[in-house]
């Protein structure tokens, strides 16, 4: 996945309008998926709809997953959870340079 990143490479996740989540640089971003690989026990992400334009790609994301530990948002070990969002990904000489979440 880093493969496909620029540096600097810009994160943001948003939830019901708020920054939850906000990375600048491949490191940081490299820092942010680790503890999210930690975080759940499962997770799944499914596109639902993706279109292309130039270079930005917005998909629609389906996302469930189980708790693996207590989480600073609240949400508890073992719980299961399931949304749906949205992602934009802004490329530049083959790259992303962009990407935000929103959910």
Known sequence: MMDCLSDPISFKNLADGVVT?????KA???????FG???F?????RVINAITV??????EIEFSAVVNKDLPNGWRA?????????SLFVLEAGR???IVDES
Do not use: N, W
Not at 21 to 25: I, P, V, Y
Not at 28 to 34: N, S
Not at 41 to 45: D, G, H, P, S, V
């Open 41 to 45: 026990k499962t997770r799944q992400q």
């Open 54 to 59: 130039a270079d930005v790609t917005a998909a």
């Open 96 to 98: 992303i340079v962009s």
């Open 28 to 34: 940081d971003f490299a820092e942010l998926a680790r």
């Open 78 to 86: 073992g719980q299961e959870i399931a949304f749906s969002g949205k």
């Open 37 to 39: 690989v930690s975080a």
């Open 21 to 25: 989540a906000e990375t600048s640089g």
